[in-house]
C-alpha cells in the first residue's frame, strides 16, 4: 500500500516541523507528504522546505477543506492519510492501519484512537468524546468523534464521496464522516496512534462561537431522516436561545429558516 499523507497547515511554524517529524518517524513509510500552506502570513512554508520529503502547495487562504481536497488531488497514491499540523502520531501508526486494511480487502476507511494532550500531559478525555468499538450514524448526529489527523482513507473512494465540503469553514470532518457513515462503515482501530495537542489559540473550535451552526448545516444533508430532523430542532433552539442572548440577528435570521424548511416534511 503507497500512502499520500496530507498536512494542511495556517501559520502553524511553530508546530509543523513537530508534524513532519512524527510521519518520517513511522516504522510504515509513506511514499509521499504533502504540505499545503493555506496562505500563511507566517514562515510556514519554509518549514516546509526544509524537508527534501515534502512537496508543497501554496495557495491563497481558502479553508481547511479546500486545503485538505487540493492536497489529494495533488496525491500520487491510491491512500490519503490526513494529518492536522498541530497533531502528531505514534511511529506505529501507519503500520497498525496498512495491517488493518490488508486483512480487510474491503475496507475504505479507517480511524484509530488518540491521546489528548495540554501543556505537556496526557489529559483524560471525556465519556462523549470516547470512541465506541462500532461507530454508527445514529450515534454521531451530536458530535462524530473521528479525528481527521486518525484517518487512513481510499483516495478514489474519497473521490467519490466529493471530498470536503468547501463550504463549511468548521465541521467539515463532522460533514464528511456523517455521508460516509449513512451507506457505510469507518473501521476503528482501538491503539492510540495520535497525539492531539488542545489549548491553542488559533485551534478552530475555539475561533467560532456558535458550532452547531455548522453541525446543521451539515444534518439537512440527512433530513429525510426523523431523528436528524429531531437533532436539527434540538439545535436550532440551542442557537435560537443563544443567538438572543448575543444579539446574534443573522443567526435568528438563520434558525428561522431552519424550521421553515423542516416544516416542510411534516406537511
Request: with cysteine.
Amino acid at each position: 500500500m503507497k500512502i499520500s499523507v496530507i498536512i494542511p497547515a495556517y501559520n502553524r511554524v511553530s508546530t509543523l516541523a513537530r508534524a513532519i517529524d512524527s510521519v518520517l518517524a513511522q516504522s510504515y513509510k509513506a511514499s509521499e507528504i504533502i504540505v499545503i500552506d493555506d496562505g500563511s502570513s507566517d514562515a510556514t512554508s519554509e518549514v516546509a522546505k526544509v524537508y527534501e520529503e515534502v512537496s508543497l502547495l501554496r495557495q491563497n487562504n481558502m479553508g481547511v477543506s479546500t486545503a485538505r481536497n487540493n492536497g489529494v488531488m495533488m496525491a500520487s497514491n491510491e491512500w490519503i492519510a490526513f494529518l492536522d499540523s498541530d497533531d502528531t502520531w505514534h511511529p506505529k501508526k501507519l503500520a497498525f492501519q496498512v495491517a488493518h486494511h490488508k486483512k480487510n480487502l474491503d475496507s475504505m476507511v479507517s480511524y484509530t484512537d488518540e491521546v489528548w494532550i495540554r501543556n505537556g500531559k496526557e489529559w483524560p478525555i471525556p465519556k462523549k468524546f470516547q470512541k465506541p468499538e462500532k461507530v454508527l450514524f445514529e450515534d454521531s448526529l451530536d458530535n462524530c468523534n473521528i479525528a481527521p489527523s486518525s484517518v487512513l482513507i481510499n483516495k478514489e473512494y474519497f473521490e467519490r464521496l466529493g471530498g470536503f465540503d468547501e463550504r463549511l469553514e468548521v465541521c467539515e470532518d463532522f460533514d464528511l464522516w456523517l455521508r460516509i457513515l449513512k451507506e457505510d462503515e469507518i473501521d476503528f482501530i482501538p491503539q492510540k496512534l495520535v497525539n492531539k495537542y488542545g489549548g491553542a489559540d488559533d485551534q478552530l473550535s475555539l475561533k467560532y462561537k456558535f458550532l452547531d451552526r455548522w453541525h446543521v448545516i451539515s444534518l439537512f444533508k440527512h433530513a429525510e431522516n426523523p431523528l436528524v430532523r429531531e437533532k436539527i430542532l434540538v439545535m436550532c433552539a440551542g442557537l435560537q436561545k443563544a443567538a438572543l442572548k448575543y444579539k446574534d440577528e443573522k443567526l435568528l435570521d438563520e434558525c428561522a429558516v431552519w424550521k421553515l424548511r423542516l416544516s416542510e416534511y411534516y406537511e
